[in-house]
């Protein structure tokens, strides 16, 4: 019943990739709080910490266009389970680790694995559906991993109490079944499989192939902007904001991070819909007004009430323009493309990694309100290619000249 609501008559593969990925989320939210409070226990200062999270974000950014190639040349169904089944590996390896230099290692490799599969989930989700359910499909994957973060850390927070290695182990037996999932019920797939014929090298869809359209470049922008804002400044200087300067608690940080998922995953799915019926871009431009009202209200705010208001806002926006940058990539190619897909992960890692830095950079030598100030100022970017943003979607009214790699829109 549940599956027929929401999924309706969009494929079976997106409905198993979409169960699979909300059990790797949920894990993942398991470990979340763990990972700097396990590090500490090796005795080492807030740097190294932060050290191990970088570090597995850098490898699946220099391993994005790697496992893009191993998606073309294995399929999808190969590289996601064994993906996840390394990430699992190396998590009992975490939980078994004696040292530091162990931990960081180990953490780091696992970055490869989950590289492998989110290229391999993103190219399953953009082949598997049309024009007019893609952005829904989006909207759906992520709502998975958006309720398994929210569900994921208070059950890590337990686990935590028990045993600091715990949630580790925990981890791998989410990355195992979502493994398993995706194994057993993606083995028969026509979609995946129709590309094991004679014509395969014809069907790939290359990087210099996308290149070509200003829409894909536009794209991998917006996700390097998207990521930045949405998820690398939530992750480093807003909890800090919120104690130090609104002189509030941590739970308030807590409060706020929730509302913010709350708020973008009861829109998501109707946003999704909105972008299939009138397109990307008429998505992205609303979605992309919405994030810089809520950025520059952070910047503006001086009463904890005010930050949750700008936490809801920024979902709000969040839940527009989550799907734009990956339907635009799906709009674009035809056949495979995993390094199409992994050149796009990689600008999204990117912004996750280079975000942080700049932000926190600009909070140390100036002021925390001045790197929202200057966040919104990257984000402005972000809104004016949403203005220029060629409609890529084949609206009712008939295809758009988007299509074409000139980049003339209708």
């Given at each position: 019943m549940i599956r027929q609501r929401l999924f309706g008559d969009l494929?079976?593969?997106?409905?198993?990739?979409?169960?699979?990925a909300f059990s790797v989320a949920v894990g993942f939210g398991v470990l979340l709080p763990a990972i700097p409070i396990f590090a500490r226990t090796f005795g080492v200062n807030n740097a190294?910490?932060?050290?191990?999270?970088?570090?597995?974000?850098?490898?699946?950014?220099?391993?994005?266009?790697?496992?893009?190639?191993?998606?073309?040349?294995?399929g999808e169904r190969r590289v996601f389970t064994t993906g996840v089944m390394m990430v699992a590996f190396f998590s009992v390896l975490v939980g078994l680790a004696t040292s530091y230099h162990q931990l960081l290692f180990f953490r780091a490799a696992g970055g490869l694995g989950s590289s492998m599969f989110s290229v391999a989930a993103t190219s399953v989700i953009l082949r598997s559906?049309?024009?007019?359910q893609r952005a829904r499909a989006q909207s759906l994957y992520n709502g998975s991993f958006l309720l398994g973060g929210i569900a994921g850390p208070a059950i890590g927070g337990l686990l935590s109490l028990i045993s600091l290695r715990a949630p580790f182990f925990t981890y791998a037996i989410s990355l195992f079944i979502a493994g398993v999932i995706?194994?057993?019920?993606?083995?028969?797939?026509e979609v995946l499989n129709k590309a094991k014929?004679?014509?395969e090298k014809d069907e790939t869809f290359t990087v210099k192939m996308a290149w070509k359209f200003p829409a894909y470049r536009m794209a991998l922008a917006m996700a390097f902007i998207f990521a930045w804002v949405l998820f690398g400044l939530r992750a480093s200087i807003l909890p800090i904001f919120v104690v130090e300067n609104l002189h509030s608690t941590t739970a308030m940080v807590g409060y706020g991070l929730t509302l913010s998922a709350l708020v973008q995953g009861s829109i998501l799915l109707r946003a999704g819909r909105l972008s299939d019926e009138r397109g990307r871009r008429y998505v992205s431009r609303i979605g992309s007004s919405i994030v810089l009202i809520g950025v520059l209200l952070l910047a503006v705010t001086n009463h904890p009430w005010i930050y949750l208001l700008a936490m809801a806002v920024?979902?709000?926006?969040?839940a527009f323009l989550s799907t734009v940058p990956a339907s635009v990539v799906g709009d674009i190619m035809t056949g495979k493309g995993g390094q199409v897909i992994g050149l796009f992960q990689m600008a999204s890692d990117a912004g996750m990694i280079v975000g942080p830095l700049v932000v926190g950079y600009i909070s140390d030598i100036i002021s925390i309100?001045?790197?929202f100030l200057a966040t919104a100022v990257v984000f402005l970017i972000a809104l004016v290619i949403s203005f220029r943003l060629p409609e890529t979607r084949n609206i009712e009214e008939g295809p758009t000249q988007s299509a074409d790699p000139s980049g003339v829109s209708s």
């Amino acid at each position: 019943m549940i599956r027929q609501r929401l999924f309706g008559d969009l494929p079976r593969e997106v409905f198993i990739v979409t169960v699979a990925a909300f059990s790797v989320a949920v894990g993942f939210g398991v470990l979340l709080p763990a990972i700097p409070i396990f590090a500490r226990t090796f005795g080492v200062n807030n740097a190294a910490i932060g050290l191990i999270v970088s570090m597995f974000a850098f490898t699946r950014f220099a391993s994005g266009l790697i496992s893009g190639k191993f998606v073309e040349r294995f399929g999808e169904r190969r590289v996601f389970t064994t993906g996840v089944m390394m990430v699992a590996f190396f998590s009992v390896l975490v939980g078994l680790a004696t040292s530091y230099h162990q931990l960081l290692f180990f953490r780091a490799a696992g970055g490869l694995g989950s590289s492998m599969f989110s290229v391999a989930a993103t190219s399953v989700i953009l082949r598997s559906v049309s024009d007019e359910q893609r952005a829904r499909a989006q909207s759906l994957y992520n709502g998975s991993f958006l309720l398994g973060g929210i569900a994921g850390p208070a059950i890590g927070g337990l686990l935590s109490l028990i045993s600091l290695r715990a949630p580790f182990f925990t981890y791998a037996i989410s990355l195992f079944i979502a493994g398993v999932i995706a194994h057993v019920f993606l083995k028969n797939s026509e979609v995946l499989n129709k590309a094991k014929n004679s014509h395969e090298k014809d069907e790939t869809f290359t990087v210099k192939m996308a290149w070509k359209f200003p829409a894909y470049r536009m794209a991998l922008a917006m996700a390097f902007i998207f990521a930045w804002v949405l998820f690398g400044l939530r992750a480093s200087i807003l909890p800090i904001f919120v104690v130090e300067n609104l002189h509030s608690t941590t739970a308030m940080v807590g409060y706020g991070l929730t509302l913010s998922a709350l708020v973008q995953g009861s829109i998501l799915l109707r946003a999704g819909r909105l972008s299939d019926e009138r397109g990307r871009r008429y998505v992205s431009r609303i979605g992309s007004s919405i994030v810089l009202i809520g950025v520059l209200l952070l910047a503006v705010t001086n009463h904890p009430w005010i930050y949750l208001l700008a936490m809801a806002v920024l979902g709000l926006g969040g839940a527009f323009l989550s799907t734009v940058p990956a339907s635009v990539v799906g709009d674009i190619m035809t056949g495979k493309g995993g390094q199409v897909i992994g050149l796009f992960q990689m600008a999204s890692d990117a912004g996750m990694i280079v975000g942080p830095l700049v932000v926190g950079y600009i909070s140390d030598i100036i002021s925390i309100r001045a790197a929202f100030l200057a966040t919104a100022v990257v984000f402005l970017i972000a809104l004016v290619i949403s203005f220029r943003l060629p409609e890529t979607r084949n609206i009712e009214e008939g295809p758009t000249q988007s299509a074409d790699p000139s980049g003339v829109s209708s």
